[in-house]
């Protein structure tokens, strides 16, 4: 395969195609807009900078970003490099400060059921920062720390300088005490569960080498995991170099060298390219099928019974349920697993057998744990893997995290950057030293933060500790979008009708700015300069984020904008350490460069600067799990044993009906496919990480949103056979509701999908036609339709994907959407 044809970005967008796809206003301001939006240079210019999506090279031409390509040493890059453009020069920039207009009359006795009504006044960065400051005073003064909560738990633009959340959390905590969170969105089930079991969080640890599982397996199991669709994006400047690796794969298969399943409901676009088996199996059903297939090792004696008597504890309490010899009388045999789970039985031993044959690797991915009782897959994922006795051996085992920024790359083992502190300095205290939070918790679970607002003072159980919810009164989010990570949106209209102010910081008009009260215009990543890491694991080396243009209108950076806040209480000095950007960038690269003088020796920061970029050599491979094999005692695991825990009995002592002291199947409170609830909503709504964006990020590149939005709006993926029963064609417009809520989508049929399963993928921007609960939302937010449950009592995560929704085509004449662009200006009355 030739390196042009790798490249699978789109060919650079000249000046005027990219002026036909944006507002005008954006790539020529205004007059009175000139200063702000001034250009950094005149004369055409290359420049380098990092990003989620990739390094890039981006020609800079009359002071505007008018081509980007992806950096010479990355062999697979992105297409959406390519919206990078359009994100820039999107109509939906936020310009300017604004300031809700109710909110602008009464403060914090406005009506707050005007939330979401878009309209807003212009306002000065002085009077800003001055209405955030008198705020934080207010709240602090007249309630005290537990009012105050700092939403954070975001995928922040890249940068490890201009790292929004530790800029937001410094200036805060210079202020006062607040609410914090603990976990997060994306693994907030797995994080919990897999400490218990295997000692750490499993889901953001370096994995086994690509190189040694080409090499090494036989069976490749994907389960519920797209690393070809996931991959294209990292936590830091991502390099991609996991798509070598997945080539390789690809081409053994063909070979038949090695045997690849993909065990998921839908046909992936791993599967569709590497061209491997796949494994249909009822949504949410994944645990009756491991069970089934427990049973057959265990049955057939496939098991490895020395591995599990020298690494495991608990197999043997385990085993009568499995057996039907527990309390519910029911052996978990194939048979059993067929009914709920939709695989026949002959298919589950054979799959139990082929595992068993030789080395297996078991790769999961994350979206099977963002469910109703999501710790029991990645639990009794561990359990098969330690019944097959492969953990740390190499090409066999269990990795939860081989489809997040290219973890399977072996890591260089040089340091990497380190990030703006969001700690006070030593032997500082805040302004106010308050810390009586009135018996409320300090700390909430994430998800957990609209039933703080609408179940104040409620005791919850999280992880074998009692939280009483805390009806915080006011909420700062940076470069976070909470309306778009949370579940339930009507929900959470009710809920922020309790607060008092929010404020928001961002550079784009998401929901959770129009939900807001006080709107601060930063600039994106791509109007400022920074380093970050090149390789969030594999650590390949350090790329400069040189500045492509000045910041658009009145948007400032995250320092900036803290700084200025910080300044009001006397604390910007210590806020900044007396240094400016620049300073800041060669402190952190000089601070990395003495970490890796010896084995890895970087050039002076200018130098380095100069060139934008120092690379290190590829690492070394690894096998997970191995020192745990060679030495369960010398290398024992963080477990409370140390060994692998099949029966755990913390978590046993906690009592929690809905996550008992080992791995079992439970019916979910809504599932497809004869699951309850589904004879009023039939289909399973999926709502996976999208193809052509991050999260939310890039959902306002119009280039980009126009590569697959159907009538301007969000496409729902469903099947032909689901179709054709609802008279719906592919390009239709469709609504998709439950009693949560509803949505206009377009609809995309696909053969990829099965019957009883459709997606909407998770990100899409929501745009309701009004702020009144049940409006319609005009573009497809999924989470307008999911439920907001905790996934258990341990975990307290996010149950996204059980939600089961209806779909119909739609009639009449369809709403505008209302989800991009800026707000309604009104001058204050």
């Known amino acids: 395969m030739t390196q042009n044809s790798r490249r699978v970005f789109l060919k650079g967008l000249s000046l005027s195609t990219v002026a036909a796809l944006v507002s005008p206003s954006l790539l020529f301001p205004r007059e009175s807009e000139a200063k702000t939006a001034a250009p950094a240079g005149s004369g055409s210019d290359w420049k380098i900078t990092g990003s989620h999506w990739g390094a890039i090279r981006a020609r800079v031409a009359g002071g505007k970003v008018v081509e980007v390509k992806a950096f010479e040493f990355d062999k697979y890059p992105t297409e959406m490099i390519q919206g990078i453009i359009g994100l820039i020069y999107s109509p939906s920039r936020i310009r300017y400060p604004m300031v809700r207009l109710d909110w602008l009359k009464k403060r914090h006795l406005s009506d707050t059921t005007q939330r979401g009504d878009n309209r807003f006044v212009r306002v000065t960065w002085d009077q800003a920062l001055d209405l ?22 975001g995928w922040r633009q890249t940068g490890q300088f201009h790292t929004c959340g530790n800029h937001m959390l410094r200036a805060i905590n210079m202020h006062g005490h607040t609410i914090s969170t603990a976990g997060d969105y994306s693994t907030g089930a797995g994080q919990v569960i897999l400490p218990y079991v295997l000692g750490s969080t499993e889901v953001y640890s370096q994995g086994t080498s690509w190189e040694i599982i080409l090499k090494e397996s036989k069976t490749v199991i994907f389960w519920a995991s797209d690393p070809v669709k996931n991959l294209q994006v990292g936590w830091n400047c991502e390099t991609h170099e996991s798509f070598a690796y997945l080539e390789q794969l690809k081409n053994k298969i063909a070979k038949k060298e090695i045997r690849v399943i993909s065990i998921d409901p839908v046909r992936s676009k791993t599967q569709n390219y590497l061209g491997c088996e796949k494994q249909y199996v009822n949504p949410l059903t994944d645990v009756a099928l491991m069970m089934g297939l427990a049973h057959t090792l265990y049955t057939e004696k496939l098991h490895d019974q020395k591995f599990l008597d020298s690494y495991t504890l608990g197999f043997e309490k385990f085993l009568p349920y499995l057996l039907g010899q527990g309390s519910d009388k029911t052996a978990k045999t194939p048979e059993w697993a067929e009914k709920i789970c939709g695989v026949k039985a002959q298919q589950i031993r054979e799959l139990a057998r082929l595992m068993a044959s030789g080395r297996t690797q078991l790769i999961f991915g994350w979206a099977v744990q ?10 009794m994922g561990a359990v098969l893997a330690a019944m097959l006795g492969q953990i740390g051996l190499p090409g066999g085992g269990i990795s939860y995290a081989h489809h997040y920024s290219s973890i399977g790359v072996p890591s260089s083992g040089a340091a990497m950057p380190g990030s703006f502190p969001l700690n006070l300095d030593p032997g500082k205290k805040p302004k106010y030293t308050n810390t009586d939070y009135k018996g409320y918790s300090p700390m909430i679970p994430c998800a957990r933060a609209i039933d703080a607002l609408l179940e104040p003072g409620k005791v919850i159980d999280y992880n074998g500790q009692k939280v009483k919810l805390p009806p915080y009164k006011m909420a700062i989010y940076s470069g976070c979008n909470q309306w778009h990570r949370q579940q339930d949106r009507n929900r959470m209209k009710k809920a922020f009708h309790r607060l008092e102010t929010v404020v928001a910081v961002d550079f784009t008009w998401t929901a959770t700015c129009r939900f807001a009260d006080i709107v601060l215009p930063a600039c994106t990543q791509f109007e400022r300069n920074d380093i970050d890491a090149y390789g969030s694991y594999s650590g390949r080396g350090v790329i400069a984020m040189q500045k492509l243009v000045d910041p658009l209108f009145s948007s400032k950076t995250d320092f900036e904008i ?21 300073q800041w960038l060669e402190f952190l690269y000089e601070n990395c460069r003495k970490e890796n003088d010896k084995k890895f020796p970087m050039p002076p920061f200018k ?8 690379l290190f050599p590829a690492g070394k491979p690894w096998v997970r799990h191995a020192d745990f094999r060679e030495d369960a005692e010398l290398n024992a695991l963080g477990t409370p044993s140390g060994f692998i825990e099949i029966f755990s009995r913390k978590i046993a002592s906690y009592n929690y009906a809905d996550c008992p002291g080992h791995p079992v199947w439970m019916e979910k409170s809504e599932r497809s496919h004869g699951g309850p609830n589904s004879k009023r909503f039939p289909l399973w709504m999926q709502s996976a990480h999208p193809d052509k964006r991050l999260h939310s990020q890039m959902c306002d590149s119009e280039p980009m949103r126009a590569t697959y939005a159907i009538q301007g709006r969000e496409p729902l993926f469903m099947s032909p056979e689901d179709a054709r029963q609802r008279g719906i064609k592919h390009g239709d417009l469709v609504r998709v509701f439950n009693d949560r809520g509803q949505a206009l989508v377009g609809a995309h049929v696909s053969s990829d999908f099965p019957k009883g399963v459709v997606r909407l993928q998770e990100g899409a921007w929501y745009g309701p036609t009004g702020p009144e609960i049940g409006a319609l939302d005009t573009y497809g937010d999924p989470n307008t339709m999911t439920q907001d449950i905790g996934s258990s009592r341990l975990a307290q995560a996010i149950s996204a994907n059980t939600c089961v929704v209806e779909v119909e085509k739609y009639k009449g004449k369809a709403p505008a959407v209302t989800a991009f662009g800026g707000p309604t200006e009104v001058m204050p009355e």
Do not use: C
Request: charged share 25%; no cysteine.
């Open 132 to 153: 955030f400051y008198s705020e934080l005073e207010r709240i602090q003064t007249s309630y005290g720390p537990w009012a105050m909560h700092t939403g954070l738990v």
């Open 370 to 379: 963002r469910q109703q009782h999501g710790e029991q897959p990645y639990w």
């Open 562 to 582: 803290f700084r200025g806040l910080t300044q009001r209480f006397g604390r910007d000095k210590e806020y900044s350490r007396n240094m400016n950007e620049m």
């Open 607 to 614: 130098e380095f600067w100069a060139k934008g970029f120092v």
